[in-house]
């Protein structure tokens, strides 16, 4: 890297927690071993961070010798879980402080987990968690669906690499995403405040 070149951090991927749950494929693209390691999604993205909001509904501090927080988080299509320690100090202080339920959005990395049964189980290491309003809540939901919706309607295109990557390490219909995205778009009809 030459020195006028800055490392810039990843864009953070919006997604829904039915399909963020679905994957758990990860790879990098280079044998360095600082190189970025991503979450292949079933849409055929690749996530190194990802962007979500809903409603912190538990919280629990599940450390045995140091504080580690577990948040469970719904949106529209299922549950994040989100897990911050002392290596994640600004998120693991605003989980001790939320009092569920609340809005919140999080930015963080996907980390998988391979259970004894050798099932995969995804959560995110959080980079931040703030509270947040309604309002917030309802554009992440109708910008992740459109977002997803475009991933869909890309998922095909010639030369889409992620896309044929998924269909190679998934035996996952995208029209599913496309059915829980038009679904929580429906959603934010009849949703105002926090139940």
């Known amino acids: 890297m030459s020195s006028n070149e800055i490392p810039t951090r990843e864009v953070a991927r919006r997604v829904f927690a039915q399909e963020f749950n679905d994957a758990g494929y990860t790879f990098k693209e280079s044998d360095d071993e600082r190189a970025p390691v991503y979450l292949l999604l079933p849409t055929g993205e690749r996530a190194n961070r990802v962007f979500l909001v809903g409603t912190l509904t538990e919280k629990d501090d599940v450390g045995e010798d140091n504080e580690y927080w577990r948040g469970r988080i719904v949106d529209p299509t299922g549950t994040f879980f989100v ?29 998988t987990y391979e259970t004894d049964d ?65 679904a929580a778009l429906e959603s934010l009809e009849g949703s105002d405040e926090l139940e």
Do not use: C, H
């Open 83 to 111: 897990y911050a320690g002392q290596y994640q100090p600004e998120a693991a202080s605003a989980l001790r402080d939320l009092e569920p339920p609340a809005y919140v959005a999080v930015v963080g990395k996907p980390r």
């Open 118 to 182: 050798g099932s995969i189980n995804v959560s995110v290491r959080p980079e931040s968690i703030t509270e947040v309003d309604a309002a917030t809540r309802d554009r992440w939901v109708s910008e992740t669906a459109t977002r997803t919706l475009e991933r869909i309607e890309s998922f095909d295109d010639e030369g889409n690499e992620y896309a044929l990557m998924a269909g190679e390490n998934y035996d996952l219909p995208v029209d599913e995403y496309k059915q829980a995205s038009i």
